[in-house]
């Protein structure tokens, strides 16, 4: 799935308008930060030696540097991220010294004391930020420092969402017989945005082999990823298999062998990738998770495994004999690493089981179980 999800194209986008992106081009800095030599606190500036009495001959302010270079035997104010006056190499904190008429006591002090150099931070010429890293407030700041405006991000992957069903109803409508509230589409979206895509459609498709096509040639035309969840099973009422082979699509794989999202599809025409998810609420999210979201974030230039880590099962867990079994689990740090342990019963229809789950938990498939403080893989959700 990964090798058919290229990276998109680039575009310029303004910092303030940067966080949650991923950036396209190498972030260098065009000069020194910091960018003189500054005063790490509120004091005088001197030139380093033993104790003296020296007169104050001016002041250096945030913003507003002293008038004139600093002489030996002489003294000048300064505040906490004032520049360093010319011919000075120490500061002493205004809390060491004694202030009268003029002049300042000052105990011995060493050259660098309490002196930020310039560069310290970041040198001139040097790639801070590299191409495919996640923007979040920190890069933000240190773009900011670095004087960017406005930087090259990988452009935003545009996610077509539709779910199939009779049986579905919009949130805030009273429910029919045998008719059950929509909770995919809005899982979905979320996950999409949370994982740095921008929702193109978002539709809501009857069980009819016509209009189930006439969606999809829709979610088609004006997405990267089309993302469909329900009729991709075998019963006489799943239409989307067929549908996107009416309209070019062609499969890659369908089926896998994981609890739960054993009929997850895959396929791509052109450069569309198309996912059809299962229609359980669980098993949806879940595979969003594993198989969509990977694919969205390579798509905008990231790593897609930044999610996957090690932790130590706390409970024992049954293995599935086929399938891997992925469990949604609560998530918890300790001295030794991660910690998971299943959040309640995990059927593929608890939608509940979501609540509190800090990262899925794969049991590989096999007989027995997997026993307490054993390894095991998890995704973190973030």
Same mark, same amino acid.
């Given at each position: 799935?990964?090798?058919?999800?290229?990276?998109?194209?680039?575009?310029?986008?303004?910092?303030?308008?940067?966080?949650?992106?991923?950036?396209?081009?190498?972030?260098?800095? *065009?000069?020194?930060?910091?960018?003189?030599?500054?005063?790490?606190?509120?004091?005088?500036?001197?030139?380093?030696?033993?104790?003296?009495?020296?007169?104050?001959?001016?002041?250096?302010?945030?913003?507003?540097?002293?008038? /004139?270079?600093?002489?030996?035997?002489?003294?000048?104010?300064?505040?906490?991220?004032?520049?360093?006056?010319?011919?000075?190499?120490?500061?002493?904190? $205004?809390?060491?010294?004694?202030?009268?008429?003029?002049?300042?006591?000052?105990?011995?002090?060493?050259?660098?004391?309490?002196?930020?150099?310039?560069?310290?931070?970041?040198?001139? @010429?040097? $790639?801070?930020?590299?191409?495919?890293?996640?923007?979040?407030?920190?890069?933000?700041?240190?773009?900011?420092?670095? +004087?960017?405006?406005?930087?090259?991000?990988?452009?935003?992957?545009?996610?077509?969402?539709?779910?199939?069903?009779?049986?579905?109803?919009?949130?805030? /409508?009273?429910? @029919?017989?045998?008719?059950?509230?929509?909770?995919?589409?809005?899982?979905?979206?979320?996950?999409?945005?949370?994982?740095?895509?921008?929702?193109?459609?978002?539709?809501?498709?009857?069980?009819?082999?016509?209009?189930?096509?006439?969606?999809? /040639?829709?979610?088609?035309?004006?997405?990267?990823?089309?993302? $469909?969840?329900?009729?991709?099973?075998?019963?006489?009422?799943?239409?989307?298999?067929?549908?996107?082979?009416?309209?070019?699509?062609?499969?890659?794989?369908?089926?896998?062998?994981?609890?739960?999202?054993?009929?997850?599809? %895959?396929?791509?025409?052109?450069?569309?990738?198309?996912?059809?998810?299962? @229609?359980?609420?669980?098993?949806?999210?879940?595979?969003?998770?594993?198989?969509?979201?990977?694919?969205?974030?390579?798509?905008?230039? *990231?790593?897609? +495994?930044?999610?996957?880590?090690?932790?130590?099962?706390? $409970?024992?867990?049954?293995?599935?004999?086929?399938?891997?079994?992925?469990?949604?689990?609560?998530?918890?740090?300790?001295?030794?690493?991660?910690?998971?342990?299943?959040?309640?019963?995990?059927?593929?229809?608890?939608?509940?089981?979501?609540?509190?789950?800090?990262?899925?938990?794969?049991?590989?498939?096999?007989?027995?179980?997997?026993?307490?403080?054993?390894?095991?893989?998890?995704?973190?959700? %973030?």
């Amino acid at each position: 799935m990964l090798a058919a999800a290229e990276p998109l194209d680039s575009e310029p986008v303004a910092l303030e308008h940067a966080l949650g992106r991923v950036l396209a081009e190498d972030a260098v800095s *065009a000069g020194e930060i910091p960018p003189f030599d500054s005063s790490a606190m509120d004091g005088y500036a001197v030139v380093s030696g033993p104790a003296a009495e020296l007169p104050v001959v001016d002041e250096s302010r945030a913003g507003h540097p002293a008038t /004139r270079a600093l002489r030996p035997g002489e003294a000048m104010g300064i505040s906490t991220g004032a520049q360093v006056p010319e011919g000075a190499d120490a500061v002493v904190p $205004v809390e060491r010294v004694e202030v009268l008429d003029g002049t300042v006591t000052v105990p011995e002090s060493l050259a660098g004391a309490h002196v930020r150099r310039a560069g310290e931070d970041v040198r001139a @010429g040097l $790639v801070v930020i590299r191409t495919g890293s996640p923007i979040g407030p920190a890069e933000v700041a240190v773009l900011a420092a670095l +004087g960017r405006a406005e930087v090259r991000c990988g452009r935003r992957p545009r996610v077509a969402l539709l779910v199939t069903g009779d049986e579905l109803v919009e949130p805030g /409508r009273p429910l @029919g017989p045998g008719q059950i509230r929509d909770s995919n589409l809005y899982s979905m979206a979320a996950q999409a945005e949370r994982a740095g895509a921008a929702t193109a459609l978002r539709e809501v498709v009857p069980d009819d082999p016509e209009l189930t096509r006439s969606a999809l /040639r829709r979610a088609l035309e004006d997405a990267d990823v089309v993302c $469909v969840s329900g009729g991709v099973s075998v019963g006489p009422h799943d239409h989307v298999k067929a549908a996107l082979a009416a309209l070019g699509v062609e499969e890659i794989f369908w089926k896998v062998a994981l609890k739960p999202g054993k009929p997850t599809w %895959f396929g791509r025409r052109g450069s569309t990738l198309v996912f059809g998810l299962p @229609g359980n609420p669980v098993s949806a999210m879940v595979t969003f998770h594993l198989f969509v979201r990977p694919a969205l974030r390579r798509l905008a230039g *990231a790593d897609a +495994g930044d999610t996957r880590s090690l932790a130590v099962l706390d $409970v024992p867990v049954a293995r599935e004999a086929q399938r891997d079994q992925v469990v949604r689990c609560r998530l918890r740090a300790a001295e030794d690493g991660w910690h998971v342990e299943p959040t309640k019963e995990q059927g593929s229809h608890v939608l509940t089981s979501m609540l509190d789950a800090g990262a899925f938990a794969t049991i590989p498939a096999g007989d027995g179980r997997v026993e307490a403080g054993e390894h095991v893989d998890v995704e973190i959700l %973030f």
